[in-house]
């Protein structure tokens, strides 16, 4: 508006010079006819022509007046309509300007911006050089392209970060194994391995890929073949396998196929693999608690253990037994015997004959021999001969042992060979007759071997263990 009044007053100005202009021009009288000669003009005359032209010149200025008022009617007028056609068509453009800058597009500064713009316009031919469709698709597709730039970006930074997660897991995955000391060829296979599994999270374009990538299996089958080689590092033919407070002893073929058919890396890693270490623990237990004392050197057993007063728990899967002993004691032995013959004969003769030996090695051991020899005559040739004999001796099987080592018996030799696998006659006679010549209660001191890592536990329980024999 401050632009059509301007120019309303720069053509006001125009007009006043033009009504000037005007009176200036109509002083000179034109050419005409040649004067007539001069004549006096009184005064009154004179008066009279200046006042004639001053009202001439009024005239004309009140007619140059009128003229410029209708000209400046017209023109504001025309202005007036030009202004309002244009307020009308900037309205509309606003109008098209606020339909399509909706939504997020509602206070964008392109907006703002053409907004600015359509009310700078000076007319409506400038307002119809603006095309607000244009502008506003052009500027949802440099929206829609920024958005697209920023998802990928935002995309690309997810899928480094993801990648750099994903390395770092597997390199913490990969670090213990890599400090395990194996051959180089299973290093080398171990670093192959890593690398490559790095290289694949280096190559995935999309974070599905990156998360598709699992150090597990690898991981696994690696692991797998370092306890084979655990295994097999053992100098001994058994191996001991520890999972938690489970210990069990197996061959190395047995140990490699429980290995084989774990198929999860943290139930795998559970394991520890150990050298059988074999150590020699003597046990005095009742007969009942050995299998009836049925053991010998070599065989193979189980250790059991009464853990909580009603239940019994395996405590040593693994054992031999090395020695068995069986508590001694007396044993009494009574022998007789009698032979009588009869011879009749006149003659009469009666004698008698009586001998005792008595030999004594230890304070509680006694060998005593008696013998009677009866002889009778009688003068009607009649003769009856009667021999009778018998032993009656009590042996201490400990002093026994004691006077062999003491030297005291004459004979050593032969009566180790009597008592030599003493107990184990027994035995066989019981099961021969199936009849319990010891009784259940009788000490039995087993000398066992078994692996040191079972050893705490049954000197724990070494009164209430109970020792099977492995049958199968």
């Not at 009279?48 to 008022?69: D, S």
């Not at 004979?411 to 099961?431: F, S």
Request: proline fraction near 4%; glycine fraction near 4%; hydrophobic fraction near 35%.
């Amino acid at each position: 508006m401050s632009a059509v009044a301007e120019d309303i007053e720069a053509k006001i100005r125009r007009l006043r010079e033009l009504g000037r202009t005007v009176g200036e021009e109509e002083q000179p009288s034109a050419p005409g006819p040649p004067k007539p000669p001069k004549r006096r003009v009184s005064r009154i005359g004179m008066f009279r022509e200046r006042e004639r032209r001053k009202r001439i010149i009024v005239g004309a200025l009140v007619l140059a007046i009128i003229i410029i008022g209708a000209v400046i009617s017209i023109y504001t007028y025309l202005e007036s309509k030009a202004a309002r056609e244009l307020e009308a068509a900037k309205k509309v453009k606003i109008s098209e300007v606020n339909k399509c800058f909706t939504g997020e597009l509602a206070n964008d500064t392109v907006k703002v911006q053409l907004i600015n713009r359509i009310l700078a316009a000076k007319s409506i031919e400038e307002l119809q050089t603006i095309n607000v469709k244009e502008i506003c698709e052009k500027r949802k597709q440099e929206i829609l392209e920024a958005k697209r730039r920023a998802e990928e970006e935002k995309k690309a930074k997810e899928l480094a970060a993801l990648k750099n997660q994903t390395k770092e897991n597997i390199k913490l995955a990969f670090e213990p194994l890599l400090q395990v000391q194996v051959p180089d060829e299973l290093r080398a296979e171990i670093i192959s391995t890593y690398n490559t599994l790095l290289s694949k999270v280096d190559l995935a374009k999309t974070k599905e890929e990156v998360l598709s990538i699992s150090p597990d299996q690898y991981l696994l089958n690696l692991w797998k073949k370092v306890y084979y080689y655990k295994i097999d590092s053992v100098p001994t033919k058994e191996v001991i396998l520890r999972r938690g407070k489970e210990i069990k002893v197996y061959t190395k073929e047995e140990a490699k196929e429980i290995i084989s058919k774990v198929n999860d890396l943290s139930d795998l890693l559970q394991y520890s693999v150990e050298e059988v270490k074999f150590v020699q623990i003597a046990l005095v237990l009742p007969r009942d608690n050995v299998v009836g004392g049925f053991l010998e050197p070599g065989d193979e057993i189980k250790i059991y253990a009464r853990s909580n007063g009603t239940n019994f728990e395996e405590i040593a899967p693994e054992g031999r037994v090395v020695m068995v002993l069986f508590a001694v004691n007396t044993i009494n032995v009574y022998e007789s015997e009698t032979k009588t013959n009869s011879i009749s004969s006149s003659a009469s003769t009666t004698s008698q004959q009586s001998s005792t030996t008595s030999y004594s090695p230890g304070e509680e051991t006694t060998y005593q021999s008696s013998q009677t020899s009866q002889t009778q005559t009688s003068t009607t040739q009649t003769t009856s001969e009667t021999i009778s004999a018998s032993y009656s001796y009590s042996v201490n099987l400990a002093e026994i042992l004691k006077a062999i080592a003491a030297g005291k018996i004459a004979d050593p030799e032969r009566v180790k060979a009597e008592l030599e696998k003493y107990g184990w006659h027994v035995l066989d006679l019981e099961k021969e007759t199936n009849l319990m010549a010891l009784p259940e209660d009788t000490k039995v001191l087993v000398l066992i071997e078994v692996p040191k890592d079972f050893v705490p536990e049954i000197l724990t329980y070494r009164t209430s263990v109970v020792i099977a024999k492995v049958s199968g």
